[in-house]
């Protein structure tokens, strides 16, 4: 190899730094105010403390479907638009924030569709004389069934909400902002000053109406010394709250499963260029991409892991916890594992179906997070519970290695099929990892499922009651267990194992997705509709990855042909590497 063929995975490790680093820069406008600090004081909104920037992040987030405002060719923080909307108010109603999609929608409210040049976000200015209108349309939606809404009534209830939530905040109603001064207090709204006889005169609620007073006036020297002064009154009783606060606004600011999401993508195009040098000839290169590849993967699974690790730290809970985390922790663990069979094996592949699962399940959780807050409380029933957490990781683990050996085994399909990479050792290769993957699975989702019937004989007094999530569950189990017994009794090979692995795919996505959308039962986090179309698509697209992997042999271009002994060895990157 030469110096620049050496030297590439360096620079591609430098350049997914730079890409880190970026992260770290405020792209936001300029400004005298200290956003900062004013985002650092903790409030209590749904069910939790948690700084204020995350309350506004959040909010904008279900309004206007984005964490930062533009205006006027600036990006405006959501801490910006939260004190606008509750101090200045004028101000708040003009700005772009509530965002409309169905073009029918816009139509009856009297605006120019977007498919005809229209804008997708109004102004509460501009919705105000139409709140009649949109409360009746809410109000109609609201009493048909859920499940047999069309798109229409669902966005009709979902402006109606999202106007809802803004008349809250502007009333000071969400979130409790007056925090409990002693013992024998509570989090309060500041709504409450105005119902509540002698709570007007706190500390507390004078500092808050002076930081809203100067913030009014547009003074923000002041307003900065009032928040200032307003973090020492309260920092005697929860200096805990701070300082969890400040490692959440790192957080927010920093997007690790973001950062890590790009990094996913940019160590997929670097395995893609490995193959296609690797079918080129290109010795020296493919192995230098791969390099390249597997450094990446790693700096990303390593911000990742970061990511999971704040979380765990700020919630003070297991890294699973509701559906967006079980996306997060499921792509980590796919990556790790990936990482861990890549360095065993060194044939590419791997490196570059777990960058594919990692970019997939970060693109499900950040379509998870626009309903609001992430990190919300859990429900009594699972709080501080050993065996659910022990079996929520477990059973979770198992359906991150069911999905490993599905992609995988997607992968021996269409190269199978469509190239000749499954030619010698190659094919044999990734045959191992799958049959390894599947027996991991096997071990740990009948595992995770038993610590499961523990749990539910702790909290509903019995050990199975089949339930969706439980049958669910139980079929991965089954599945994995077919797969392996149908292997041990001669039945399926190698192309067997890895049909009915994608077909595994099915099985755990609707153990993981589906059961919820049937919204019954006691694990069931309610009729998540929007995602019955993507459940389809993944299921039929599955199905149609079997029909071609059920294709004749003499249809595969791996093996349509006889080998030539000269090229027994797969001309993918890791035969390159150990014969290097």
Not at 438 to 450: D, M, Q
Request: net charge neutral; aromatic share 12%.
């Amino acid at each position: 190899m030469n110096l620049m063929q050496r030297l590439f995975p360096w620079l591609i490790a430098l350049l997914a730094f730079a890409i880190l680093g970026s992260a770290l820069r405020d792209r936001s406008a300029a400004s005298d105010y200290d956003w900062d600090a004013f985002g650092q004081i903790p409030v209590s909104a749904s069910g939790r403390t948690k700084p204020l920037d995350t309350v506004a992040r959040n909010n904008l987030m279900i309004i206007s479907g984005r964490q930062s405002l533009v205006v006027d060719g600036e990006q405006l923080p959501a801490i910006r638009w939260f004190a606008d909307v509750v101090a200045s108010p004028e101000s708040a109603r003009a700005q772009e924030v509530f965002r409309i999609d169905h073009p029918d929608l816009v139509e009856l409210l009297g605006f120019q569709s977007p498919e005809d040049g229209g804008k997708k976000r109004f102004s509460y200015d501009d919705l105000a004389p139409k709140l009649q209108e949109i409360s009746r349309q809410g109000n109609l939606a609201f009493k048909v069934d859920p499940k047999e809404r069309d798109t229409f009534q669902k966005q009709a209830i979902s402006l109606y909400n999202r106007i809802s939530l803004y008349h809250q905040i502007a009333g000071a109603e969400i979130p409790y902002h007056i925090p409990p001064m002693a013992p024998d207090e509570e989090w309060r709204p500041l709504f409450d000053i105005m119902r509540v006889p002698g709570f007007e005169d706190t500390e507390a609620v004078i500092a808050w109406r002076d930081i809203i007073g100067q913030y009014e006036a547009g003074n923000a020297e002041l307003f900065n010394e009032s928040v200032s002064g307003y973090l020492e009154l309260i920092t005697p009783l929860h200096k805990g709250a701070l300082s969890k606060s400040k490692y959440e606004i790192l957080f927010n600011k920093t997007k690790p499963f973001y950062q890590a999401l790009v990094l996913y993508v940019l160590a997929f195009i670097l395995s893609g260029f490995g193959f296609m040098l690797s079918n080129l000839a290109k010795k020296e290169w493919s192995v230098a991409f791969w390099r390249a590849t597997m450094a990446v993967l790693v700096i990303a699974c390593t911000v990742h892991t970061l990511g999971l690790t704040f979380r765990i730290v700020l919630q003070g809970r297991p890294p699973v916890t509701n559906l967006y985390s079980s996306a997060i922790f499921i792509g980590w663990a796919c990556v790790l594992l990936g990482i861990f069979l890549e360095k065993i094996y060194k044939i590419g592949l791997a490196g570059m179906v777990s960058a594919v699962i990692g970019f997939a399940t970060l693109i499900v959780a950040h379509n998870l997070a626009n309903t609001g807050d992430t990190m919300e409380m859990m429900q009594a029933v699972l709080d501080s519970n050993f065996w659910l957490a022990t079996h929520v990781i477990v059973v979770t683990i198992g359906y991150s290695c069911m999905f490993l050996a599905g992609f995988l085994a997607i992968a021996y399909i269409l190269l199978g099929v469509f190239t000749n990479r499954l030619r010698g050792e190659g094919g044999k290769a990734m045959a191992k990892m799958i049959y390894g993957v599947i027996c991991f699975a096997a071990v740990t989702s009948f595992v995770g499922t038993v610590l499961g019937g523990i749990w539910a004989d702790q909290s509903w007094g019995r050990f199975w009651g089949w339930d969706p999530k439980e049958n669910g569950a139980v079929l991965i189990v089954f599945w994995a267990l077919i797969i392996l017994h149908a292997r041990w009794g001669g039945m399926i090979r190698q192309r067997g194992i890895a049909v009915l692995a994608v077909g595994g795919n099915i099985v755990t996505a609707w153990s993981w997705f589906g059961t919820n959308m049937l919204g019954v039962g006691l694990h069931s986090y309610g009729f998540i509709d929007s995602a019955v179309f993507w459940m389809l698509l993944f299921v039929i697209s599955q199905l149609l990855i079997m029909a071609v992997g059920l294709t004749p042999w003499r249809y595969w271009r791996s093996f349509s042909k006889p080998i030539d002994s000269s090229r027994s060895s797969s001309p993918t990157m890791p035969n390159a590497v150990a014969s290097e």
